[in-house]
C-alpha cells in the first residue's frame, strides 16, 4: 500500500513570494490532514480536510495561507506571501476517516526555508 | 484545551541500555494519548496509542507504555535500544469528544551510543 506522498520535498523562496505545497493522501482516506513543524518543536494542526469539506481550520494564518482539496483527493496547501517565520517542516496526514482513535499516516513533509 | 509536556529534549543513552521517554498532559476533558517516531528525514509513524482499557500499551519495535491517570503521564519505555532507535520520538493527546485533534508534545531527541 502506497504512503502519503508529498512534493515537493524541499523548497527555498525569499520572502513575500508564494509558494504551494502538494499531497496525495492514502488511498481511500478521507480524511486529510496539514501540519506545520517548526524546528525544536512538535507538529500543529493547520488544517484538517473530510472529504472536500474543511472541519478545523482555527490555527490557519488565514491572511496568507490558504488550501483546498477539491476532488476529495489530493491537496494543495499555499503561502502567499511567505515570512521568515513561515519557515518549517510542512507534514501532510491522512486517516481513514475522522474521530480521535483514528490513527493518522504521515508523509515526508516539504521543508521551506524562507529567506 | 489539552497540553503535553515532554519532560526531556534530548536523551543519550548506550546501546543494549534500557530507556525511559516522560510524558505529562494536561486535560481537563477524558484523552486518547499516543507515541509518535520521527527517523530523520521521514515523516511521523505511530509507536503506539492508548484508547482504553489496559493501562499498560505495548506498540511496535518492543516498545511500550503506561497510561497513568492519577499522575497525567504516559511514558515510553524499552527495556534494551539498538542503534536503529536513534530518532525524534513525540507524546500526543487528542480529547476524546469535542475537537479530536492531536496535540503533540515538542519531542525526545533519543540518541543511542555504541
Known amino acids: 500500500e502506497a504512503g502519503v506522498a508529498q512534493s515537493p520535498r524541499y523548497k527555498i523562496i525569499e520572502k513575500r513570494q508564494s509558494v504551494a505545497f502538494w499531497c496525495n493522501p492514502i488511498s481511500g482516506h478521507a480524511t486529510l490532514y496539514w501540519y506545520q513543524q517548526i524546528l525544536g518543536q512538535g507538529p500543529k494542526l493547520l488544517i484538517q480536510?473530510?472529504?472536500?469539506?474543511?472541519?478545523?481550520d482555527s490555527q490557519l494564518p488565514k491572511d496568507r495561507f490558504s488550501a483546498e482539496r477539491l476532488k476529495g483527493v489530493d491537496s494543495t496547501l499555499k503561502i502567499q506571501p511567505a515570512k521568515l517565520e513561515d519557515s518549517a517542516v510542512y507534514l501532510c496526514?491522512?486517516?481513514?476517516?475522522?474521530?480521535?482513535?483514528?490513527?493518522?499516516?504521515f508523509g515526508p513533509g516539504t521543508r521551506l526555508l524562507v529567506l | 484545551a489539552q497540553s503535553v509536556t515532554q519532560l526531556d529534549s534530548q536523551v543519550p543513552v548506550f546501546e543494549e541500555a534500557p530507556v525511559e521517554l516522560r510524558c505529562n498532559y494536561s486535560?481537563?476533558?477524558?484523552?486518547?494519548l499516543f507515541w509518535y517516531v520521527q527517523y530523520p528525514n521521514q515523516g511521523l509513524q505511530l509507536l503506539l496509542k492508548?484508547?482504553?482499557?489496559?493501562?499498560l500499551v505495548k506498540g511496535i519495535n518492543g516498545f511500550e507504555a503506561e497510561f497513568n491517570k492519577s499522575q497525567t503521564s504516559f511514558h515510553l519505555r524499552k527495556p534494551s535500544v539498538h542503534i536503529s532507535d536513534t530518532a525524534e520520538y513525540f507524546c500526543?493527546?487528542?480529547?476524546?469528544?469535542?475537537?479530536?485533534?492531536?496535540?503533540f508534545g515538542q519531542g525526545t531527541r533519543l540518541t543511542i551510543n555504541p
Open positions: 496526514a491522512s486517516s481513514l476517516t475522522q474521530g480521535a482513535r483514528e490513527t493518522q499516516y
Open positions: 480536510f473530510q472529504n472536500n469539506g474543511v472541519v478545523d
Open positions: 500526543a493527546v487528542s480529547e476524546i469528544q469535542g475537537a479530536q485533534k492531536l496535540v
Open positions: 486535560s481537563s476533558v477524558s484523552v486518547y
Open positions: 492508548y484508547l482504553s482499557g489496559s493501562t
